[in-house]
C-alpha cells in the first residue's frame, strides 16, 4: 500500500462485508455502527465514539483474562471461514479503527489523527503478517506514534492554519484588493519582468487556492497521520500530502517528527502552521516543492523566477502567515533571500 487512503479503503470493504467472531459481529454492527462510521468520503463525526468502544472492549478483555490486546484481536477476527489472508485482514482492519482517535478542538469542527504504533514499519494491512505468533505480537503494539499532548498540538495548528487562510482568502478578494495585499503578492511570488497583467493573474490563482485550502482546513473529515515509509528518519521532515489528494474524496496531511517536536513552544506555532498550509497547498492546489524556507524564497528571474514561485507550495505557505501578521520580520528576512 502507498497511503493512508488505500489503507481506508481496504479497512472500509473489509469492515463492511466480512464476518468476524459472534460476539464482535454484533458489537461491531449494533454498538459501533462500524458500516457508518467508515463512510464513502472518510470517517463520520455522527459516531465519532466507535474508535473509543473497540478499545474499551479489547481492555475490559485483557482485564478478564485474555493474555494481550492481540489476543483479543486475532480472536475477533476469527470465524469459521478457513482462510488465514482473510482472517488477517479482519485482525488489520480492527486494528486500523483501534488506533483511530477523534481529535476535536472546537467550533465543533472534527479532525480525525490515525496513530498507528511506531515500531511498525509499515502500514497495517502490510505489517499484519507471518506466523500467527508474530501477528499476535504486533496486534498488541501499543506504542502509537503520536502522544495525546501533540495530538492536541496538531489541532492548535490547524485552528491557527485555518484562521490564517480564512484571512487570506478574504484579504485576495473582490475587484479592489488594497495596496498592502498587493506589495506582499509581489514580495513574495512577482520576479523582476512581472508585470501589473502578472499580478492579477496571481492574485486570482491565489484566491482560488485559498479558498480551497480554507475549505480544506474546515473539513469534518481531515486526517492527520504519519507516513510509515519515513518512519527511521520522521525527525528530518515537517510534513507531507499528495498532490492533488488521494482520490479517497477527504483530506490527508501526513505530520512528522520534526513538526511534533515542537509541540507546546508557542513561539513556533507559527511554523507548525506554515507546514499545514503548505501541505494543504499540495493537497488543494496541487502546488510543488522548488525551494524551501532555507534556500531562500526571494523570487528573481534567474534562478526561482513567478513561474516557480507561484507553484511553490512554501511560498504560499510564507505569503499566507505574512500576508495575516504572522511572520516576524527577523523570520521574514531569514526567509526572503
Not at 496513530?115 to 502509537?144: H, N, Q
Amino acid at each position: 500500500m502507498n497511503n493512508f487512503t488505500e489503507v481506508y479503503k481496504k479497512a472500509r470493504t473489509v469492515l463492511r462485508n466480512q464476518k468476524f467472531a459472534i460476539d464482535w459481529q454484533d458489537f461491531l454492527q449494533e454498538k459501533c455502527q462500524i458500516r457508518d462510521f467508515l463512510g464513502r468520503h472518510g470517517f463520520s463525526e455522527s459516531y465519532e465514539r466507535t474508535p473509543e468502544h473497540i478499545r474499551d472492549k479489547i481492555k475490559a478483555a485483557v482485564k478478564a483474562g485474555v493474555t494481550t490486546s492481540g489476543d483479543v484481536i486475532y480472536e475477533a477476527a476469527t470465524n469459521k471461514s478457513p482462510s488465514k489472508q482473510l482472517e488477517r485482514e479482519r485482525a488489520a482492519s480492527l486494528k486500523m479503527v483501534k488506533h483511530v482517535y477523534h481529535a476535536q478542538k472546537s467550533g465543533g469542527q472534527d479532525v480525525w489523527v490515525y496513530s498507528p504504533p511506531a515500531s511498525d514499519s509499515t502500514w497495517v494491512f502490510d505489517e499484519i503478517a507471518g506466523d500467527i505468533t508474530t501477528i499476535k505480537a504486533r496486534l498488541a503494539r501499543e506504542d502509537d506514534i503520536f502522544s495525546i499532548s501533540e495530538k492536541e498540538w496538531m489541532c492548535s495548528a490547524l485552528m491557527l492554519s485555518k484562521k490564517i487562510s480564512e484571512d487570506t482568502k478574504y484579504k485576495l478578494a473582490g475587484k479592489s484588493v488594497d495596496a498592502a495585499t498587493k506589495d506582499m503578492v509581489r514580495k513574495w511570488f512577482l520576479d523582476e519582468d512581472s508585470t501589473d497583467a502578472t499580478l492579477n493573474k496571481a492574485i486570482t490563482k491565489l484566491h482560488a487556492g485559498f479558498k480551497k485550502i480554507a475549505i480544506c482546513c474546515n473539513s469534518n473529515t481531515l486526517v492527520f497521520t504519519d507516513y510509515p515509509d519515513w518512519r527511521k528518519k520522521r525527525d528530518e521532515y515537517y510534513g507531507a500530502a499528495f498532490r492533488g489528494g488521494e482520490g479517497g474524496g477527504f483530506p490527508v496531511i501526513y505530520l512528522e517528527g520534526a513538526f511534533t517536536r515542537l509541540t507546546g513552544n508557542s513561539g513556533k506555532q507559527w511554523l507548525c502552521a506554515e507546514t499545514i498550509i503548505h501541505e494543504m497547498s499540495h493537497h488543494e492546489v496541487s502546488t510543488v516543492d522548488h525551494r524551501y524556507d532555507n534556500q531562500g524564497l526571494k523570487p528573481n528571474k534567474a534562478a526561482f523566477p513567478y513561474t516557480k514561485a507561484i507553484v511553490n507550495a512554501d511560498s504560499w505557505g510564507y505569503f499566507a502567515l505574512d500576508l495575516a501578521g504572522y511572520l516576524s520580520k527577523a523570520d521574514s528576512d531569514n526567509t526572503w533571500k
